[in-house]
């Protein structure tokens, strides 16, 4: 498979969605920069000049908080990845307590790490086909069928690998290069798939915003650091039942 249509339908994906919510997706670094809290103070000085005679409304939003939703949405889907990893400790434990030796120890977990990335790009996929098939993602489905088509080769692509290192067909470090190569390629597809979702927490948040008659919402990692609970609201809860139907 080309990384660079995987790229492609990625980017095609981001174009669709605009750089206004590609703010709140992907921020710089661990929080907002100086010009991030600049243009935050300079919205909260328009509001002010431009309806002083009237108070200004603020919130705050816990986005990871409200992102747990999607999370917990999938949860049928991401059991495989929780089984598999226990798989993983197991074995560490056999190794560990002397039950099975280093050669055994090494070619069950190099079959466990591919099944682990199989198992993580299944739930991935899988959390594509929802939001494809939710009517909340609507606005978004043509550029996330796009994304689903261009990545069935690195899900064929995992497959083989699985299938591979199963038969003991393929040397150490072939398997490790193969792995890294596969794991790197689905790193950049579940950003896409998180970019979507985060999207939608975007739109949500803005349409209970505008329904509650708020100013202001600020993101609660990026700048809260001390809030009246009494002029300021925290909306998280608010968000978390606008998406909990979404997938």
């Known amino acids: 498979m080309s990384r660079n249509t995987l790229v492609v339908a990625g980017l ?57 939703v999607f999370v917990l949405a999938v949860n049928d889907l991401r059991q495989q990845i929780t089984d598999k990893n226990n798989e993983i400790g197991v074995l560490g434990s056999e190794y ?8 055994d120890y090494q070619q069950r977990y190099y079959v466990l790490s591919a099944e682990l990335l199989d198992a993580r790009m299944t739930t991935a996929a899988g959390t594509l086909d929802r939001m494809i098939a939710s009517s909340e993602f609507s606005d978004l489905r043509s550029s996330l069928i796009t994304l689903r088509e261009q990545a069935q080769p690195l899900i064929d692509e995992i497959n083989n690998l699985v299938s591979t290192i199963r ?19 689905f790193d950049q597809f579940d950003g896409y798939v ?3 979702a985060t999207t939608k927490l975007v739109q949500a948040t803005n349409k209970v915003a505008n329904e509650y008659g708020y100013d202001l919402v600020i993101r609660k990692k990026d700048v809260i650091m001390y809030r009246n609970p009494v002029t300021i609201d925290d909306i998280t809860e608010l968000v978390k039942a606008e998406i909990k139907d979404y997938l």
Request: glycine share 10%; no cysteine; proline share 1%.
């Open 167 to 185: 038969v003991g067909a393929i040397d150490a470090t072939e398997f490790g290069n193969r792995l890294q190569a596969r794991t790197a390629a």
């Open 12 to 68: 095609a994906l981001i174009l669709a969605i605009g750089a206004l919510v590609l703010q709140f997706v992907l921020p710089v670094g661990d929080g907002v920069g100086n010009s991030d809290l600049d243009a935050i103070r300079a919205d909260i000085t328009q509001l002010k000049q431009t309806g002083a005679s009237q108070s200004l409304k603020v919130a705050y939003m816990d986005a990871e908080s409200a992102f747990t």
């Open 194 to 196: 998180t970019v979507a």
């Open 96 to 103: 560990t307590q002397g039950i099975i030796s280093l050669d």
